[in-house]
Every structure is written in structure tokens, then in C-alpha cells.
């Protein structure tokens, strides 16, 4: 049964603020690659919906460029502290943050030139809701940009390893047992074309992790921060929990292993005018 809280799942830990940050750096070029084809540049006002510690939105902040806006929205005060600290100390003070939830923003009727949205709509309860308020909010014509994951069960380790395929089923569960889908990007084109959007790229983003790669590592600390509440949420138990650990050490270190992380999907859509 999903859960009707609306609290980020893998919580608001500085923990979690490190590997948010790290994933960004290992996932830059993917959301760099979109933005570009979606013509983000400066002078403009954008908006990152769901930003958490907002490591795209300073990013997003230095390619407009003073002349330009950068809306930053989420519903943890702790993760926009993140923000603001993070904004104030690069000097930049282009960026507004907003304390609200995603399906209700607080921004008028056809104000912005583009929405970046990553890794929020897996975890959120009415996406279709969500689309519809970026919707609202962009000017006629202008792009939402979003990265999620689908096909989450394509997840693969090589050589296999039954306890490590156990982790990414008991992931799959644990979201949607929390209200969101780790398969929201195959439903993405759908609900952007049923709320008035143009979709125009669909980019499948699939990359091969090896020992000792950043990749790899990023894997790491989302089971560093995600299995403990799996454990919390008896979706595993210690003893799987203690297989699980001694298996992902045994296959790190063979050199030749590979592992498949779970895909995503980039997408660019317009608004209708
Ligand atoms: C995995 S983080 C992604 C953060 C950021 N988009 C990035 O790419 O690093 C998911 C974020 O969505 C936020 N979030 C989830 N549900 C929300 C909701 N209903 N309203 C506002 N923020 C929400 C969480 O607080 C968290 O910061």
C-alpha cells in the first residue's frame, strides 16, 4: 500500500546531502546534454522542481547568468538551507527558493522559460499533477526537461549474484510502497502528451559500471544510505542484508565484473502554444 507521507524516503541526512551531491557530479553530463537540447542559456528563468541540496540549481544559476532567474522548490527546509548556503557562497544571488509541494506551485501562470525536474517524479503520488503545474507555470513553447528512471528491473550484475538482485527488487518495492515508481519514465510521454506538451526527445541514458569506477561507487552509496531503510521497512532482513554486503565485496573485487544500473529516460517537451 502506498504510503501517504510526503517526506522523501531516503530522508534529509547530510548523509544523503554528500550522495546527492556526488550523484550530480556522476550524472552531470547526461542533464548537461538535455539542458543544451532544450536551448537552456542565459537570461532566462528557470525553475528545478524537486531541486533537494540543489546541486543542478547552481548549475542551472551559473548558465543564466545574472540576467536570469533560477527558481529552486522543495518540500525540505533542511535541503534548501543546502541550497542558500551553497548559492551564497558561490556568490550567486539569482536564485529563489520556495518551501512547497510540487503538486502546487507557488509561481504565476506563464512565467518561465523552461523546468528541470530529475529523480523526483519516481517518488512523487500524482505525477500527472505535477506535469500539469510545470505545465502551468512555463510560457507557451517553452521546454520541460526531465531525467527519471524505467525499467528498473533491467538492473544486472555480472558475474550474478542472487542477493544483489533481491537489493534492486526490494528498491522497486520500497518505492512504490512509498507512493512513487521507479518505472514513472516509460509513463512520462503519455502524461506530458495528455497535459499539453510536445514531446520531442526521448533519450534512453544506460551506462556500465566497473570496480572501482564512480559509477560504481555512486551504487555504493545508495546502498550505504538506502538498504539501513529497507532493513527499517522489513523489506529485508539483516541476514539478507549480511549476504548482500559480503557478495557486493566478493564481486568487487573481481576485476572483469560489470553492473548495469538501473536506465533512465531524458526527455525534452514543449509546451503547447
Ligand atoms: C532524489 S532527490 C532529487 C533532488 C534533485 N532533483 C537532484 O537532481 O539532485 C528528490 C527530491 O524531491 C523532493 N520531493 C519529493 N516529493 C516532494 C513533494 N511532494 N514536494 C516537494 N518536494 C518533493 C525531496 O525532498 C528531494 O529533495
Known sequence: ????????????????????????????????????????????????????????????????????????????????????????????????????????????????????????????????????????????GKPIVIMDYFNYHAVQVFPARESIQALFKAYHTSAIKNGGSYDIGAKLPTLLQAQGFDVTVTKPICRIARPGDRLWHWVEMFNKNYVPKLVEQDLMTPETRQALEQDWREVSNISTALFFPPPMLGIVAYKQS
Open 1 to 140: 500500500m502506498a504510503s501517504n507521507s510526503d517526506e522523501y524516503h531516503l530522508g534529509t541526512s547530510t548523509d544523503e546531502i554528500e550522495r546527492l551531491g556526488y550523484q550530480h557530479q556522476v550524472w552531470l553530463d547526461e542533464a548537461v546534454d538535455l539542458w543544451r537540447k532544450a536551448g537552456f542559456t542565459h537570461g532566462q528563468q528557470l525553475l528545478d522542481l524537486g531541486c533537494g541540496p540543489g546541486f543542478a540549481t547552481s548549475d542551472l544559476a551559473h548558465l543564466v547568468g545574472s540576467t536570469g532567474k533560477v527558481h529552486a522548490i522543495d518540500n525540505s527546509e533542511h535541503f534548501l538551507q543546502s541550497v542558500n548556503q551553497r548559492c551564497q557562497s558561490q556568490g550567486v544571488a539569482h536564485v529563489t527558493t520556495h518551501l512547497s509541494d510540487v503538486h502546487q506551485l507557488p509561481l504565476l501562470d506563464g512565467s518561465l522559460d523552461g523546468v528541470f525536474v530529475r529523480w523526483l517524479l519516481c517518488f512523487v503520488a500524482d505525477p500527472e499533477k505535477v506535469i500539469a503545474e510545470a505545465c502551468r507555470v512555463l510560457k507557451p
